[in-house]
């Protein structure tokens, strides 16, 4: 089943999407330097994570607990 059709599966997507691109914008900066286009939105899944860190980390361990126990 596609991640789009199943909320739990495209949430899980969502916040990996985020965390990734917070990750990769913390080591290699000068790739995620584009704000527009295709890239752009990559730039702004890493300023979601970067502002909302504890809120991202918050729904990344809500998912892990939910992922191992459900």
Known sequence: MSA???FHSFLTVVLLGIC??????MHFPA?????????GLFWKAARIGE????WV???CFTMG????FF
């Open 51 to 54: 502002r909302l860190s504890p």
């Open 65 to 68: 607990i939910s992922i191992i």
């Open 20 to 25: 990734a691109c917070t990750f990769v914008k």
């Open 4 to 6: 789009l059709f199943n």
């Open 31 to 39: 790739i995620l330097e584009q704000r527009n286009g295709f890239r």
């Open 57 to 59: 980390a918050a729904g």
